[in-house]
């Protein structure tokens, strides 16, 4: 019985330890198995149904002939690269508009944050209704203003349309940005901006001098979520392109959602597995790069 | 003088709160437009509303976001605070190794192992329940609010805990008693940031929920999208019951935002 009390007191005081296991456990069973599982379904033929069989590397060699998963991994990294910076800059200078001191403040920058509450589903769709051929509210516009612009197929077209959902992704994420930005901005001590003005640095000095290098990890920490939010866009394109025409404007995500009903299973997640390998070396290229500006405060 | 040296800088907030207007303006003008007639302002016409909820059975929809929102909330905030006070206080090799997986596995984007956890719920008979859905949006969520809170931690002096475990606290209950309370900021941020969105959650859903009475919101709006899909009217009465619950919270909570943002992503 003594025995008993003294164990359960070690482990009473020793609870602190414990605390991480929950997280763990959660985290082992529905992320780290299945990513393991990844690697090794991607070497069978898994068609959702039967067992798996081993077929090595062919689902690797078949992509580099399959057009369409090649086009949904380029439309797939052609958004993600072209948000990212955008989504960076504008955020960025949203952030200096808005650091300053003016009336209103928090219901501004509350309301520049608003777009990024709303389901990007819902989001993609009220865009849909601006820009549909022939009855868009841009079209109408256009059309009484005579503008050129109003026989533009905004969603028609592959390029055009890539580019249209990067513009809504950047303008309904911008917020998020922008408020990383905003906390980073906060942080520079008030001495440091001060004494650069008494020294009579323009304004742009202090930006490339002070300010952006006392900011690198909101810079870090943005660019990286960007890129990471971008590889995985699915309800804008769901909601604006569907993926169309044809197969033009596919994400890989909208691909393995296609596939896994399909007999395509094992090849699809050789696809994700290469989406993968393709992120990785920018990715860290970026961290080591950023790493090396980063300034201590 | 000073007025005219100020108006460029009102000009540029104009034009960005105008900007990040529009589509709300948009929103707001169908919800409440008249479908017999076409018109740039609001008619206050609010029988959309009713025909939206009579037709869209958002209703359940509304339920279904909110059981698997606040349960995935709950666990994400008692899991990820006691994961990251353990981090954040014991500096061994084991609680290093785990931090790193997780920054690590943040670079993972979600829909890479869609297919095998489709496999594993599957196989534990998970595919249309709540019980599934909170698990996998909790754990997708767990990596960056453990990465908040274990800055946020880190921030707060040891001395603090110290005091109440002199007072007779075990390290456990000191936690929750005296740390738990001063992560306000950081639970706001982490409510805020991941209450949207599971709420807007619309990759998983798609795969995990697959039955009429187990829509989410967003599940509901697409269904109801390819339904009656001309009818804008509708879209965007459904859409804005479906926003109104998640922006009451943003509202809410938006207070501690910057502040739980800023000291758990950046200072730490």
């Known amino acids: 019985m003594k025995f008993l009390k003294t164990f359960f007191n070690k482990i009473n005081s020793n609870l602190h330890y414990l605390m991480v296991l929950p997280a763990i456990i959660l985290f082992s069973i529905f992320f780290i198995c299945p990513l393991l599982s990844v690697i090794g379904l991607s070497l069978t033929d898994y068609n959702g149904l039967t067992a798996p069989n081993f077929i090595g590397f062919k689902n690797f060699v078949d992509f580099f002939s399959d057009l369409r998963a090649r086009k949904d991994i380029i439309n797939t990294v052609f958004f993600a690269i072209g948000s990212a910076p955008l989504l960076n800059i504008f955020g960025f200078i949203y952030a200096l508009v808005l650091d300053k001191n003016f009336k209103a403040k928090s219901i501004v920058r509350a309301i520049v944050y608003l777009p990024a509450i709303i389901s990007p589903l819902i989001m993609g769709y009220i865009w849909y209704f601006i820009l549909q051929p022939k009855r868009g509210i841009l079209f109408i516009i256009a059309k009484t203003l005579n503008l050129g612009i109003a026989n533009t197929n905004w969603l028609g077209d592959r390029y055009i349309a890539l580019l249209v959902l990067v513009f809504v992704n950047v303008w309904q994420y911008v917020g998020i940005t922008m408020i990383i930005y905003l906390a980073g901005l906060q942080l520079i001590p008030v001495e440091v901006m001060e004494a650069a003005k008494i020294d009579g640095a323009s304004y742009f000095r202090t930006l490339r001098s002070i300010i952006i290098p006392l900011i690198t990890p909101a810079i870090k920490i943005n660019v990286i979520t960007n890129i990471i939010g971008s590889l995985s866009v699915f309800e804008i394109i769901v909601a604006l392109t569907d993926g169309g025409p044809g197969y033009n404007t596919e994400s890989l995500s909208i691909y393995i959602l296609r596939m896994v009903h399909g007999a395509f299973a094992g090849y699809s997640t050789a696809v994700a597995v290469i989406l993968f390998f393709i992120i990785l070396p920018p990715v860290v290229i970026f961290l080591k790069w950023i790493r090396s500006k980063e300034v201590e405060m | ?268």
């Not at chain 2, 990040?20 to 008619?43: C, E, H, N, R, T």
């Not at chain 2, 595919?127 to 908040?148: E, K």
């Not at chain 2, 936690?175 to 992560?183: A, D, E, Y």
């Open chain 2, 1 to 268: 003088m000073n007025i005219i040296k100020k108006i460029p800088k009102y000009f540029m907030i104009l034009i960005i709160s105008f900007i990040s207007i529009i589509p709300f303006y948009v929103l707001l003008l169908l919800a409440l437009g008249d479908p017999s007639k076409k018109s740039f302002l609001p008619q206050w016409y609010f029988k959309n509303f009713v025909e939206a909820w009579n037709k869209s059975n958002i209703g359940v929809s509304i339920i279904n976001s909110f059981i698997i929102t606040t349960g995935a909330i709950i666990i994400i905030v008692l899991f990820a605070s006691s994961a990251g006070y353990t981090i954040a206080r014991f500096n061994n090799k084991f609680n290093l190794i785990i931090f790193w997986t997780l920054l690590a596995c943040m670079m993972i984007p979600g829909i890479i192992n869609t297919i095998p956890l489709y496999v594993l719920i599957r196989s534990i008979n998970g595919i249309n329940t709540h019980w599934a859905m909170i698990l996998i949006l909790a754990t997708n969520a767990l990596p960056f609010s453990v990465f908040l809170y274990t800055s946020f931690i880190k921030s707060i002096p040891k001395d603090i805990e110290e005091a109440a475990i002199i007072d007779g606290c075990t390290r456990f209950t000191a936690f929750w008693r005296v740390i738990f309370p001063l992560l306000k900021p950081v639970t706001a941020a982490v409510v805020i940031i991941n209450g949207v969105g599971i709420w807007n959650n619309y990759a998983q859903a798609i795969f995990f929920l697959q039955i009429k009475s187990m829509r989410t919101i967003p599940l509901s709006i697409s269904m109801f999208f390819q339904r009656y899909g001309a009818d804008w009217n509708l879209m965007a009465a459904t859409s804005i019951i479906g926003i109104a619950p998640i922006l009451v919270m943003f509202l809410f909570f938006q207070k501690f935002f910057i502040e739980g943002i800023s000291v758990g992503s950046i200072k730490g």
